[in-house]
């Protein structure tokens, strides 16, 4: 895997993206991040680019286009879907049927609730990064 392609992080809240951007500098990722406040911009970057990027970060609840429909939605683009991108979910939301349906109707690859300190918040990074980059993964064109 090439640690020149970012990782796509794909969230709303300004605070949230800022704890994110202090979460990886602490962390020293390797991994440069894109960030995207609703999915149809991440979506366009994504069809865009012939770039594959190492992960995508997705919260749940997002205006316009929910998480769950972009993961769908990439799913169901041959161009991505050839990709083999990763994609977690990363979110508030801890509702049991939210989960149920984000599996149900996704290839999705993780769910992780966001932590409520930010030792939680770099812990659940370090954790999906570690498992991420130990990963064999197809190259996908």
């Known amino acids: 895997m090439n640690k020149m392609q970012p990782i796509i992080i ?3 809240d300004l605070d949230d993206q800022q704890i994110l951007r202090e ?19 991440a979506y366009n970057y994504l069809m865009s680019t012939q770039d594959k990027p190492f992960l995508i970060i997705c ?4 205006p316009k286009m929910n998480g769950i429909e972009l993961k769908q939605k990439i799913d169901s683009t041959d161009f991505l879907r050839r990709k083999s991108i ?8 801890d509702d049991q049927q939210t989960i149920d349906e984000a599996y149900r109707i996704t290839n999705l ?13 770099k812990q659940k990074i370090n954790s999906i990064l570690e498992y991420w980059k130990s ?4 190259y996908g064109k």
Not at 109 to 121: A, C, L, P, R, V
């Open 59 to 62: 919260d749940i609840n997002l």
């Open 109 to 121: 690859q993780g769910y992780f609730k966001k932590g409520i300190s930010m030792q939680e918040i």
């Open 135 to 138: 990963s064999m993964h197809p």
């Open 10 to 12: 794909i969230e709303d």
């Open 23 to 41: 979460v990886f500098a602490e962390l020293k990722a390797e991994y440069s991040q894109l960030f995207f406040g609703e999915c149809d911009s």
């Open 86 to 93: 990763p994609f977690v979910f990363l979110t508030t939301s």
